[in-house]
């Protein structure tokens, strides 16, 4: 039997992410977040999928767009949480209980930066995470994202 997917996956950039663009360009480059948005709903529709593209700087907010997600039978999240991916096991335990395949994105390398960034609590409740590659991180996950659940790209 073929399987059935929800049409639409959640991207969700946390703190600070509306800022791409216009600061420190020389670790996060000089794309906007609506640049990252068009790039996601655009990648997306070559699987036949919609991005719904959300950005909050509040912890709370972000859960509940992961729950939101869930009450919505998303496909699938990408998720940058910035700051919070190395704080929060609230938005670990979200992922977690909402059992969504996700995956994690981020722009910069977090290895090769300070090593507070190293650990990701997002991470573990990830089936996989891009980090380093830019804003093309996005393109990528939404990818290897559309492989996971099984959309297929359209000719
Ligand atoms: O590399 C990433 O995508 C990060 O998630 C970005 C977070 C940082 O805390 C993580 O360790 C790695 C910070 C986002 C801040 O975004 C800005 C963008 C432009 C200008 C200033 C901040």
Redesign the pocket.
């Known amino acids: 039997m073929t399987k059935t997917v929800d049409q639409t996956i959640y991207v969700l950039n946390?703190?600070?992410?509306?800022?791409?663009?216009?600061?420190?360009?020389e670790?996060?480059g000089d794309a906007t977040l609506s640049d990252v948005e068009k790039l996601c709903a655009e990648t997306a529709a070559q699987f036949g999928l919609k991005a719904d593209c959300r950005q909050s700087n509040a912890e709370g907010e972000l859960i509940d767009f992961i729950h939101e997600a869930h009450a919505r039978k998303a496909a699938g999240i990408v998720i940058?949480?910035?700051?919070?991916?190395?704080t929060s096991i609230a938005l670990h335990d979200a992922l977690v209980a909402v059992k969504i395949p996700t995956v994690e994105?981020?722009?910069?390398?977090?290895h090769a930066?300070?090593n507070?960034?190293h650990h990701s609590f997002t991470a573990m409740a990830a089936f996989a995470t891009l980090?380093?590659f830019g804003i093309d991180?996005y393109r990528l996950a939404i990818n290897g994202l559309a492989t996971r659940i099984g959309a297929r790209a359209k000719a």
């Open positions: 946390g703190p600070n992410l509306n800022l791409l663009g216009t600061r420190e360009p670790t996060y940058n949480a910035g700051a919070y991916s190395h994105v981020h722009i910069s390398n977090i930066r300070e507070f960034r980090c380093g991180g």
